[in-house]
């Protein structure tokens, strides 16, 4: 697919000072950073964010992680002591200039270094601010560690996902950071938007709790108003908890069908050649209530034959299934090449990077970049360097 170029992208020219470090700010500011916008990250001298150093694998790429790679490719990076005097008005000139500012600080910690909203406001009232906190700005909660593992397992999610003998079961990656960085970006957006309107800058703020509490808004709303019950894992084939039978990824004879809508149970049994449900047939409801039941039998059946086998008897009847693909399998296949979803980033010319583009496309254009992480404080001089006279004449 086409790229789109820089100059064409909605963001170009637009400035974010971004304080965020792990993954929660920094991939909001990825994401504005794809748009085009131009992101400076700001960093602790001689150490960074501490995600440069926080390794999901053994690979380490030009001193970095893959992790850091990945989530701040196309920005720049400039180091500053914020408690430095000399450092901190280097950035009230920055902040001067900017569109956006990001912190994903304790609260108060910013504060303390002169740079909350308020203060920036003083410096800049157009500003753009956005924050995100662990659990809000106050209450019991406030202090303790923002961290995804921590935010997930105190919103419930736990409780949604497996099989009903199954422990407390987190999502397997860092689920409440990155849906409260694409929060945010949605929060910043509209907030430019607003500005354009009336001129008024603005505060975004968000936590990974209500980042959580949000992406389980339909559950949620469904136990709010069904006698407040807690939800109910299934027993056998558990794939969502308040969904009854067939719902759920079942072993075949040589990998793993998932079975998600049916026209009815009594067409999925013919297809699938299976007794032993007539019972069920004419109650909808026992989809639910006994859905183990039905599981169990269908379990049985669905073993004996290939997944390719069971997909060519029911994608054309339209039973909504798939089959199961780990990445190496969804990287060969057809849809997900068209969509050209890779990209190579690189470093100083010489350090290359594979990762994954924006998902987002613009008039039949994606957002790619090959613009690696920057190293640490690579853009110092060039951003916070005193323009010299002969510049200033100009």
């Not at 990155?178 to 945010?184: D, E, K, Q, S, V």
């Not at 500005?195 to 990974?208: D, E, F, N, P, W």
């Not at 049916?262 to 859905?291: C, H, I, K, N, W």
């Amino acid at each position: 697919m086409r790229v789109l170029p820089q100059s064409d992208r909605p963001l170009d020219g637009l400035v974010v000072v971004d304080f965020s470090q792990f993954l929660s700010g920094p991939l909001c500011g990825l994401k504005l950073a794809d748009l085009g916008a131009r992101v400076i990250k700001v960093e602790r001298p001689g150490i960074g964010d501490l995600c440069r150093n926080l390794y999901l694998s053994d690979i380490d790429i030009d001193g970095d992680n893959s992790l850091f790679h990945a989530i701040n490719r196309n920005k720049e990076s400039i180091t500053a002591d914020l408690r430095s005097p000399d450092d901190h008005a280097a950035l009230v000139e920055l902040i001067k200039t900017a569109d956006v500012v990001i912190q994903n600080f304790r609260p108060g910690v910013i504060e303390r270094q002169g740079l909350g909203y308020d203060d920036v406001k003083a410096i800049n009232p157009r500003i753009i601010y956005g924050s995100i906190s662990g659990y809000g700005e106050d209450g019991p909660w406030k202090d303790l560690p923002g961290q995804d593992l921590l935010a997930q397992a105190r919103s419930g999610l736990l409780w949604l996902t497996g099989s009903a003998d199954d422990a407390p079961m987190p999502m397997g990656l860092a689920v409440a950071d990155m849906l409260a960085g694409n929060a945010l970006a949605q929060g910043i957006l509209a907030a430019l938007v607003g500005r354009g309107i009336h001129g008024r800058g603005a505060l975004v703020q968000t936590s990974l709790l209500e980042a959580m509490i949000d992406f389980q808004f339909e559950v949620l709303s469904t136990h709010l108003n069904d006698g407040q019950r807690l939800p109910e894992r299934s027993g056998v084939n558990g794939a969502h908890a308040y969904l009854g039978a067939p719902y759920g990824v079942y072993a075949t004879k040589d990998g793993y069908l998932a079975l998600a809508m049916t026209p009815s149970l009594q067409v999925l049994a013919e297809l699938l050649q299976v007794d032993g449900l007539d019972g069920y047939f004419d109650d909808p409801a026992a989809m639910m209530r006994q859905r183990d039941d039905i599981k169990t039998v269908l379990s049985k059946q669905i073993a004996t034959r290939t997944t390719a086998e069971w997909l060519a008897i029911l994608q054309p009847a339209d039973i909504w299934c798939s089959e199961v693909l780990n990445w190496a399998q969804m990287r060969e296949t057809e849809a997900y090449k068209r969509l050209d979803l890779e990209q190579s980033i690189t470093r100083n010319h010489s350090v290359h990077l594979e990762t994954v583009r924006s998902p987002i496309r613009f008039n039949g254009a994606t957002l790619k970049s090959n613009r690696a992480a920057p190293a640490l404080g690579q853009d110092t001089d060039r951003v916070l360097a005193p323009k010299r006279p002969q510049d200033a004449a100009h």
